[in-house]
Nanobody
Framework: VQLQASGGGLVQAGGSLRLSCAAS????????MGWFRQAPGKEREFVAA????????YYADSVKGRFTISRDNAKNMVYLRMNSLKPEDTAVYYC??????????????????WGQGTLVTVSS
């Protein structure tokens, strides 16, 4: 499985960005796809996840209502639309994938496959 994240950049507080994750290497049915982030000096934390089959979505409380995760099955792409960005959203964002991940571990940052990360910087 290969994951390629892109779309990061510098944005002012209140602005928006859309991150993309291109997935390749296999059929992603029964996979969970996640977005995590890691700010300097902090641990990697869960942002959002989506089940490839069915499309159930999950969000961290800190981004609920501002971020939207989605997928395009035909293109093997996962997206993270980020609105109303805050300086505290500044981090390197990683996409991740795992097969058959159970709900209780959907937010745990130990997925099997990771992309290289894309930097999001939100200025105040």
């Amino acid at each position: 499985v290969q994951l390629q994240a892109s779309g990061g950049g510098l944005v002012q507080a209140g602005g928006s960005l859309r991150l993309s994750c291109a997935a390749s290497g296999r059929t992603f049915s029964n996979y969970a796809m996640g977005w995590f982030r890691q700010a300097p000096g902090k641990e990697r934390e869960f942002v959002a996840a989506i089940r490839w089959s069915g499309g159930s979505t999950y969000y961290a409380d800190s981004v609920k209502g501002r971020f939207t995760i989605s997928r395009d099955n035909a293109k093997n792409m996962v997206y993270l639309r980020m609105n109303s960005l805050k300086p505290e959203d500044t981090a390197v964002y990683y996409c991740a994938a795992d097969y058959g991940r159970i709900l209780s571990r959907i937010r745990t940052p130990d997925y099997n496959y990771w992309g290289q990360g894309t930097l999001v910087t939100v200025s105040s």
